[in-house]
């Protein structure tokens, strides 16, 4: 697994303590908040934000699977959703996609360990499109099928970084 956190050198063999320590350091604001860890067929799990509002998204080899984990509740305070500013722009997200960063990093844990898609959201929400989400916009990892390893994590203001093997 290779773990890419912004602002930082990649991590080729990622261990669940890296995935830990590096979900951990994540803010909303400076220069780490974001990360993605891949696999060596190229799909990948990702998080923006940091502390208390996380929104965690998959995206698989298959064109066009793309995911982002939803709650079984939506929060009470934002029964409308509510936006995620962070180093790469703006995220809408509806009240029950947020995360606080531990359960961000149970959600790496399990994509580490070899869960497709991860078990402890109650459901992946498809995110490929933005047909039915208003001023939606959506992280876009973009794994790439070719000999070695390659993943992008882009959004709606461009490129936001690159991990290769």
Same mark, same amino acid.
């Given at each position: ?12 063999? =990622? ?6 320590? =590096?979900? =951990?350091?994540?803010?909303? $604001? ?5 990360? /993605?860890? =891949? ?7 990702? /998080? ?78 498809? /995110? ?7 001023? $939606? ?6 794994? /790439?099928?070719?000999?070695? $390893? ?16």
């Amino acid at each position: 697994m290779h773990l890419q956190v912004e602002g930082r050198s990649m991590i080729l063999r =990622a261990t669940e303590e890296d995935v830990l320590h =590096a979900l =951990a350091s994540l803010r909303r $604001y400076g220069s780490s908040s974001y990360a /993605v860890l =891949a696999d060596a067929a190229g799909s990948c799990i990702q /998080v923006a934000g940091g502390g208390q509002t996380c929104a965690v998204e998959i995206k698989g080899i298959a064109p066009g699977y793309h995911r982002r984990a939803h709650k079984a509740k939506r929060h009470l305070s934002y029964p409308h959703g509510t936006r995620l500013a962070f180093g790469a722009g703006v995220l809408e997200l509806f009240s029950d996609e947020w995360f606080t960063v531990d359960e961000a990093a149970t959600l790496f844990l399990e994509f580490h360990r070899g869960e497709w898609p991860p078990t402890s959201a109650a459901g992946w929400r498809d /995110v490929s499109g933005a047909r039915n989400r208003p001023r $939606y916009q959506r992280l876009s990892v973009d794994p /790439v099928r070719s000999p070695g $390893y390659s993943c992008a994590a882009t959004s709606r203001t461009g490129q936001i970084f690159s991990a290769h093997a």
